[in-house]
């Protein structure tokens, strides 16, 4: 190192300045925003996290929701109604039984332009001799492993796949076979066509069974609440969850 | 070697309640090295608002980086180091005409200057003395001279060569030392 190196070094390294009496004052309010912004970030994670936590607990109570409407369809799982479809032509009729389970029968059956009965506790007897083929079928059956919340004709979630007995939301007409339910409370009145709910009972021999719907109606006779809708297209097309 | 706490605690007992928020131990780290980084701040700058503006923005890195003080080295020179850097943010490139040296600029005589005119020479007149020079000297000088930075590392901070470090510092010695040669005819 030159001298003239060392005598500045000397000097100045260690020296000390004068430091105006408000300095600290100025440097102060720039660690208070740090505070302040750790403050509100803290608070935004917090408000961030009990919104995530009020989704999550709402998305629980509308689990549950499903699962306490379906709930009572399990217990009427063993009068769960026979719905059969009786061709038109062939002057079907229906007849009630007293037995208090539901008759399983084909897991195919046939409706066209006909009445068709909804009764719980119902055996359908077709004393017509003449009997569509499986091809010629309007209602489809196809194995469900689980249902379980409520689902609009049209939107069929992939969440249905899980779960305990579901809640069809259908706003056409429709017909289901074995453990398909109509409860009168979930009848509605929607753009002039009545709304109701066809709950699927997974539980029973049928499990897991939806049916599905592919030609048009003129009557579904609706005995749970009284009542005969009268269709002149059937456009609800209810597809295998 | 730290200067003495303002109270009891130690100087990491200050910086740990630093970290915690606590505004006194803040304000007492504050004030254990604030007049040495306002000298140093002063060396670079051009002028004391300058001065006081990168003091200002250095403490404030220093305290909003403290949790990056490992304890490797002494806490000073940690600051002092944030405290030069933010100096030297300020630095125009164009302050270092890249310049190669020549054969005289190796044959620097300072012996000229008897050491009894250094040592009659004030901080005060040594601070003046380095405020005079161009900004490229200035810098070089302080940072190789009185921080003992090597060329290498003035190269990397600075972003400029070597040879113009070293350039820069010939000439900043040269320059102060016909300033010292001419306060000695003076005071003659």
């Not at chain 1, 390294?13 to 430091?19: G, L, T, W």
């Not at chain 2, 006081?52 to 940690?78: A, H, P, R």
């Not at chain 2, 040296?101 to 003395?129: A, C, M, T, Y």
Request: proline residues 4%.
């Amino acid at each position: 190192m030159k001298h003239i190196d060392k005598v500045f070094k000397d000097k100045l390294f260690y020296q000390s300045a004068e430091v105006p009496e408000d300095m600290w004052d100025k440097i102060a309010p720039a660690l208070e925003e740090k505070s302040g912004r750790a403050i509100i970030w803290f608070w935004l994670a917090g408000i961030f996290a009990l919104l995530l936590g009020g989704l999550a607990y709402t998305y629980i109570s509308s689990s549950d929701t499903d699962s306490t409407i379906a709930g009572p369809l399990a217990k009427n799982m063993a009068t769960m109604p026979t719905i059969s479809n009786t061709p038109k032509e062939t002057n079907a009729q229906i007849e009630q039984t007293p037995e208090p389970t539901s008759e399983i029968q084909n897991k195919t059956q046939v409706v066209t332009k006909e009445n068709v009965v909804v009764k719980p506790t119902q055996k359908v007897t077709k004393k017509s001799s003449k009997r569509e083929t499986p091809a010629k079928s309007i209602i489809e059956t196809k194995p469900l492993k689980t249902i379980g919340s409520t689902v609009s004709s049209s939107q069929v979630s992939p969440e249905l796949k899980y779960g305990k007995p579901a809640n069809l939301v259908i706003t056409k007409s429709y017909i289901s076979d074995k453990g398909s339910f109509i409860e009168k409370s979930e009848l509605g009145e929607k753009k002039g066509e009545i709304e109701y709910n066809v709950f699927i009972n997974s539980e029973g021999l049928n499990a897991g069974t939806l049916m599905r719907v592919v030609e048009p109606l003129e009557y579904i006779p609706l005995p749970a609440f009284q009542k005969s809708l009268k269709k002149k297209t059937l456009t609800t097309h209810l597809t295998h969850l | 070697m730290s200067p003495l706490k303002p109270n009891s605690l130690t100087e990491r007992d200050l910086i740990e309640r630093s970290l915690k928020g606590d505004r006194v131990s803040q304000r007492d780290l504050f004030d254990m090295y604030s007049a040495k980084m306002l000298a140093v701040c002063q060396r670079y700058a051009r002028h004391t608002a300058e001065a006081e503006d990168m003091f200002q923005e250095g403490f404030i890195k220093v305290f909003k980086n403290l949790s990056k003080y490992k304890g490797d080295g002494s806490f000073e020179g940690w600051v002092r180091r944030i405290m030069i850097n933010t100096s030297l943010k300020n630095i125009s490139k164009k302050s270092f005409k890249n310049e190669s040296i020549g054969l005289e600029d190796h044959q620097e005589k300072d012996n000229k200057v008897s050491p009894e005119v250094f040592s009659k020479l004030s901080v005060d007149d040594l601070i003046k003395l380095i405020n005079d020079l161009p900004e490229g000297y200035r810098i070089v000088f302080n940072m190789y001279a009185i921080e003992g930075y090597s060329h290498k590392e003035i190269s990397e901070l600075l972003k400029i060569e070597v040879s113009t470090s070293r350039s820069q510092l010939v000439k900043a010695r040269r320059m102060l030392q016909r300033k010292i040669e001419d306060l000695q005819k003076i005071a003659v």
